[in-house]
């Protein structure tokens, strides 16, 4: 079975600086999707970024980047220019083949002003 | 906005009771899931529902039931509550066609806060 594993429960970073959250995971697929979702104070779940298995190139969504490493199974997120408003729980998650979305513990972080 | 709608957005009742908890996905999504989110806790995923049929089920109690209906919204109830109860219910949707049912992306609600005293 597939699982998601966040080894980091909570991560502080100062406000403009850079953080990069881990995330793991275990399957014997070789297609998949892998995501972070980000939930705020407000509870409210937002996807941050997307990446697909079969993409060698790594996503990019403005401040936020996922470094992919296939072999290892690591789907890292890394925040630049960290702001308050990144503070929240960070979900990474896996979607399997059976089109559900395996979840990992989540991460806490919290930004320094 | 996520285009998924949630209510009610809280819900405060007694142990031993029984409450439903509605969800409407986005416009043209298929697929409903359902997630329980305790405090501090991260998702249990509960039960998905795909084009009014049940498609998988997860950790959800005998207690607690769902259905999808032929408008594509869906119940959750959750009866003979108990103080356990007591945690964020999720819904979430996916299934448009393009992308977003491709890569399995599901939309979140704003969530059920049900709190059993």
């Known amino acids: 079975a597939q699982t998601v594993t966040q080894s980091q429960p909570e991560m502080s970073v100062q406000e403009a600086e850079t953080v990069t959250l881990s995330c793991t995971y275990d399957?014997?697929?070789?297609?998949?999707?892998l995501f972070w979702y980000k939930q705020p104070p407000s509870r409210q779940m937002i996807l941050v970024i997307r990446?697909?298995?079969?993409k060698q190139q790594n996503a990019t969504e403005n401040r936020f980047s996922v470094n992919f490493q296939k072999a290892a199974k690591s789907f890292s997120l890394k925040i630049s220019d960290s702001q308050l408003g990144d503070a929240a729980m960070y979900f990474c998650?896996?979607?399997?083949?059976?089109?559900?979305?395996?979840w990992g513990a989540g991460t806490k972080l919290i930004i320094k002003p | 906005d996520s285009g998924v709608t949630q209510t009610p957005k809280h819900l405060i009742t007694a142990t031993g009771q029984r409450v439903t908890l509605r969800c409407s996905p986005r416009s043209g999504d298929l697929s409903v899931y359902w997630y329980q989110q305790s405090l501090d806790q991260g998702l249990q995923f509960l039960i998905q529902y795909y084009n009014g049929e049940e498609r998988a089920k997860g950790n959800i109690l005998e207690r607690f039931s769902a259905q999808q209906f032929p408008d594509l919204h869906s119940e959750l109830n959750l009866s003979s509550l108990e103080l356990g109860d007591s945690a964020l219910y999720f819904c979430?949707?996916?299934?448009?066609?393009?992308?977003?049912?491709?890569?399995?992306?599901?939309?979140f609600g704003e969530g059920s806060r049900l709190t059993v005293l």
């Open positions: 998650a896996y979607r399997s083949g059976n089109y559900q979305l395996i």
């Open positions: 990446q697909e298995a079969y």
């Open positions: 979430a949707s996916s299934g448009t066609s393009g992308r977003a049912f491709d890569t399995g992306e599901l939309f």
């Open positions: 399957t014997s697929e070789s297609d998949y999707y």
